[in-house]
């Protein structure tokens, strides 16, 4: 029996699409390829006596039963001074993240800049030994704790793709919520386009009813605020806005978690009304009620970037409402 072929919705690749030139991207700065290029350029002699210096024996025995080279796994001051970058190698294959590796206790905040944007700093200069020792403590548990029969080249690649594969989706998300954060600030700009508002890049003012000056503005956390001038340094703090881009809708209870905390907190800083903007399909009002009873209105992105239908409607005439226009 033939199938409904307009019951099957198969969504677009366009994450995969990114990931494909962000991982191009990522073989000549902190993958595998970038190392073998660096290594070609090194004093092996020199590169040799660090190995036999950092890295243990048996860790070093094992990968030369391989016919791999010590640097696959273990980084050098040499290696790291001639490709900073290559931080990002090791800390890939160690299945850390950049929260993971260079946060809070690690020591290693002050190495960031060699992963991120290649610079050695005189103080991160001073420490490469230690940062090198500390390393092949680590990797060393790693080479020495898998199956030998599984050690290979391609194999030390797959483990640092396994770990840049979530860091990929955690940065498409963020660029996701930035575009809907976008999105809903256009939005209003076209509310308020009829009143001749001063645009800026991440600003709208604009004169209400009573000729005052109201203020849309990104923010931090909540991610747009309306303020209302009311007079000298007096300002009313009209509406936070809390915007959710991820349209994973398995996700949907931490997003609206995250929403109720922002809400919670602009409420103690005397927010009159808190708005849940969600980019899910099958959104249940009910369920996001119970998440988030701090929220005043809820909306879909898709029906407001439609520009039409009581949706939309409802969202216009709201922000005109607490606007004053």
Known sequence: MASNRHSISVPAP?????????IERARKLWLMDALL?????????????ELAKIAPPEARRLLATKGLRGELAFATPSILRANPRLLGYYRLLLGLSQKEFFGNGTGLSGFKSMETSGKLTMPAESRLDDLCASLAFSCAR??????????????LHDLTILTFGPQLRGGANNRRGQAAIGAVFELIREIVSGKSPEVGGTSIRVSNAA?????????????????????GERVRKSLAIEIKGGSDISNIHNRLGEA??????????????????????????VFARQESPTTDHFFELLK??????????????QIASVIGI
């Open 142 to 155: 790693l080479v020495t704790s898998l199956n030998p029969d599984w050690i290979s080249k391609a194999f």
């Open 37 to 49: 290029e660096t290594v070609g350029n090194a004093d092996i002699t020199e590169l040799d006596a």
């Open 260 to 285: 109720e905390k922002s809400h919670r907190n602009a409420k103690q800083d005397g927010y009159s009304e808190c708005w849940t903007v969600v980019n899910v399909d099958g959104f249940d009002p």
């Open 304 to 317: 407001l970037v439609s520009r039409s239908g009581d949706h939309y409607c409802h969202f216009r005439d």
């Open 211 to 231: 000729g005052r000056q109201v203020r849309i503005e990104f923010a931090a956390d909540p991610d747009i605020v309306i303020l209302e001038e009311m007079g």
């Open 14 to 22: 366009d994450l995969q699409i990114l990931f494909g030139a962000e």
